[in-house]
């Protein structure tokens, strides 16, 4: 059974870049038609897409923090990684990896996400 | 850019009771593309339903989604105890790709 687990710091600086790194188990990351995520929730907020990767590296971002965003694959590791950058207090959010399955076109496998903090 | 409007924002109920959650788009969204999400507080969200009305693995049939076009309904037919939740509906397809809606609260009467 596929899983997936954030990792990364818990509170970041104001202007620094906020990392983060998905490890996915019990699957390869390489395997099937499944794109992979990053999507964050502000407290008390919805949800909101910030992009993925496919594991060719092709990758799609939301246009809001396009600038700001890099998401790479290592599929030695079977992890994927988000970097965002030039991070504000409205950065801070819950912050969840999650499987798109193609076939589906749906998120249907999700990490149990990792609180982040913009604050000096 | 589509936007995904879900109302109510809240809906009160009691177990048993039959819950319709809407979710509308801007734009016309294809069937294919429309899933709905349940989120606990505290947890993930977990997929419920795809492509508007299959129902995801493990899921029981008291979940149900249907529409077409622009307007969505998720329906629960008899509220159980653990569906007292927040609702969300996501599209695929248009910039951005991929975005949700702002969420239904259904919660105990």
């Known amino acids: 059974q596929v899983q997936l687990q954030e990792s990364g710091p818990g509170l970041v600086k104001p202007s620094q870049t906020l990392s983060l790194t998905c490890t996915v188990s019990?699957?390869?990351?390489?395997?099937?038609?499944?794109?992979w995520s990053w999507i964050r929730q502000p407290a008390g907020k919805g949800l909101e897409w910030i992009g993925r990767?496919?594991?060719?590296?092709?990758?799609n971002y939301n246009p809001s923090l396009k600038s700001r965003v890099t998401i790479s694959v290592d599929t030695s590791k079977n992890q994927f990684s988000l970097k965002l950058s030039s991070v504000t207090a409205a950065d801070t959010a819950v912050y969840y990896c999650?499987?798109?399955?193609?076939?589906?076109?749906?998120?249907?496998?999700w990490g149990q996400g990792t609180m982040v903090t913009v604050s000096s | 850019e589509i936007v995904l409007t879900q109302s109510p924002g809240t809906l009160s109920l009691s177990p048993g009771e039959r819950a319709t959650l809407s979710c509308r788009a801007s734009q016309s969204v294809s069937s294919s593309y429309l899933a709905w999400y349940q989120q606990k507080p505290g947890q993930a969200p977990r997929l419920l339903i795809y492509?508007?009305?299959s129902r995801a693995t493990g899921i029981p049939d008291r979940f149900s989604g249907s529409g077409s076009g622009t307007d969505f309904t998720l329906t629960i037919s008899r509220l159980e105890p653990e569906d007292f939740a927040v609702y969300y509906c996501?599209?695929?397809?248009?910039?951005?790709?991929?975005?949700f809606g702002g969420g239904t609260k259904v919660e105990i009467k």
């Open positions: 999650a499987r798109y399955f193609d076939w589906d076109d749906a998120f249907d496998i």
């Open positions: 990767i496919y594991t060719s590296g092709s990758t």
């Open positions: 996501q599209q695929y397809g248009s910039s951005p790709l991929l975005t």
């Open positions: 492509g508007a009305s």
């Open positions: 019990g699957g390869s990351i390489s395997s099937g038609s499944y794109y």
